[in-house]
C-alpha cells in the first residue's frame, strides 16, 4: 500500500517533518532560534535586534486584527 502524508496541523509539526525528511529546519521564537537537526550547536542562536523587533511588530498587528473580529 503506497505511503500516505497528511497536512501538518501546525508550523512546528511541519518543520518537524521536514526535519525528520532531512531538512536543516529552525524553529523560531521570540529570542531566539533552535536548531532541530542540532548542528547549529548546543546554545540556540541569538536572532539580530531588526528580526526581533519585526516579529513583535507583526504580532502586534495580528492581535490588533483579531480584536477587531
Excluded at 2 to 25: F, K, M, N
Aim: net charge positive; glycine share 4%.
Amino acid at each position: 500500500m503506497p505511503h500516505t502524508t497528511t497536512a501538518p496541523r501546525s508550523a512546528t509539526e511541519a518543520a518537524h517533518q521536514l526535519a525528520s525528511d532531512g531538512h536543516h529546519v529552525h524553529i523560531v521564537s521570540e529570542q531566539h532560534s533552535t536548531c532541530l537537526a542540532y548542528r547549529c550547536g548546543p546554545a540556540p542562536l541569538q536572532l539580530p535586534t531588526a528580526t526581533r523587533q519585526r516579529a513583535e511588530a507583526v504580532r502586534l498587528s495580528l492581535t490588533r486584527g483579531i480584536e477587531r473580529i
